[in-house]
Nanobody, 115 residues
Framework: QVQLVESGGGLVQAGGSLRLSCAAS????????VHWFRQAPGKEREFVAG???????SYADTVKGRFTISTNNAKNTVYLQMNSLKPEDTAVYYC?????????WGQGTQVTVSS
């Protein structure tokens, strides 16, 4: 089992930056796939960025060049650095760790970008 806790969300003006954290306990994240998703009101949850088990990183086209995913293995934490934020980035952001056949989700952190 792994427990995931997201933090770092908040209210920011358009053009600003935030760094989200996904802290894990119970299992090591660095050897597993970890992805960030987001869900805006009335919309389906969508992929934002992620690491595969081999370390390959990928990004949604809507955030490419603005968001960066990274890890701190010593802290067992995955980060999502979000720059040049836009109002359409407003959503609850979730991290997901895939361990074997199972997906584990955090509780989410709210990001609100004002225009």
């Amino acid at each position: 089992q792994v427990q995931l806790v997201e933090s770092g969300g908040g209210l920011v003006q358009a053009g600003g930056s935030l760094r989200l954290s996904c802290a894990a306990s119970g299992r090591t994240l660095s050897t597993n796939a970890v992805h960030w998703f987001r869900q805006a009101p009335g919309k389906e949850r969508e992929f934002v960025a992620g690491f595969s088990r081999s370390g390959y990183t990928s990004y949604a086209d809507t955030v490419k060049g603005r968001f960066t995913i990274s890890t701190n293995n010593a802290k067992n934490t995955v980060y999502l650095q979000m720059n040049s934020l836009k109002p359409e980035d407003t959503a609850v952001y979730y991290c997901r760790a895939t361990l074997g056949l199972y997906d584990h989700w955090g509780q989410g952190t709210q990001v609100t970008v004002s225009s």
